[in-house]
């Protein structure tokens, strides 16, 4: 400030615009008073700039709950079993019903909640192995409706495999989420195959937008974009772990620690609100 500038001992300070000059360094501290500065200014290097508007951060929901159109929610942190036990069914948290159970001639997947290497960064996880065949199955056959956003925390055991991580049926599209020799792949059976995205064997959160333009988030950036095709109306029927329900084909070695759906494409700020809370809660990057 200048020999002449205000004394700032005051509560109230009203300075006019022509007599405050900004120095680079050693601004004064005005949060004991209140200041009032008159006319226009322009700011300088180390001045804030006060016509910025307020950025609001996105507060993550605190479950998948809080948002409309769940259709189901499994979270291995609240399967009531024991470490290295069977999980021949897996409940819904959704309150729909619409839990999963062991496929017909399968061998279930496998609960782990103190095994540290089969967990997903210390948290429980339930194991898909590809050489026995697992998969789990949606054990009703709900409607997900027409585009659907699916929400996943996983990790692939080993790099490079081909298996799927989800396949849902139904209005007569059948929508495949897969690993494909070391890539993440968003594709179905009547439409474009849409690859991005190398599959590594950390624990990741995405979430999966099954639309006329598809597209997967993964930690919240977007790894996959494109044409695809909608699901129809009323799909069906999912499995986790495998393309079939028997486990038999393009079966995947992987650990799920939590899976939902919605019946509905989530807006820009649910997206960022859902993937906080699966990277709060599963520690992914």
Known sequence: MSADS?????????????????????????????????????????????????????????????????????????????????????????????????????????????????????????????????????????????PFTLCMVAQAVTAGQTGYFAHVFGGGVDIYWLMNTGNLELANSSANNLTDGAVDTVAHSHLVIAASTGTVLQDGAQIIHGTSQAPGAGAGAMVLGALTTDGLNFPSSIRIGEVFLYNRALNATEQVEVDGYMRDGWGTP
């Open 6 to 146: 205000p004394d700032f001992s005051s509560s109230v300070v009203v300075i006019p615009v022509a007599q405050l000059t900004v120095p680079a360094v050693d601004f004064p501290d005005w949060t004991d008073g209140y200041v009032d500065i008159t006319g226009a200014i322009t700011p300088g290097e180390d001045f804030p700039d006060w016509t910025k508007a307020l950025v609001q951060p996105v507060i993550p929901v605190s479950d998948p709950t809080q948002l409309s159109g769940l259709v189901f929610w499994l979270n291995a942190k609240k399967v009531a079993q024991g470490d290295g036990t069977a999980v021949t069914a897996w409940a819904d948290l959704s309150g729909n019903g619409n839990g999963f159970a062991q496929g017909a001639a399968t061998n279930p997947p496998t609960l782990y909640t103190t095994t540290t290497a089969e967990l997903i960064n210390g948290h429980p996880a339930v194991r898909f192995t590809a050489s026995s065949h697992t998969a789990l199955n949606s054990a009703t056959t709900p409607t997900y409706g027409s």
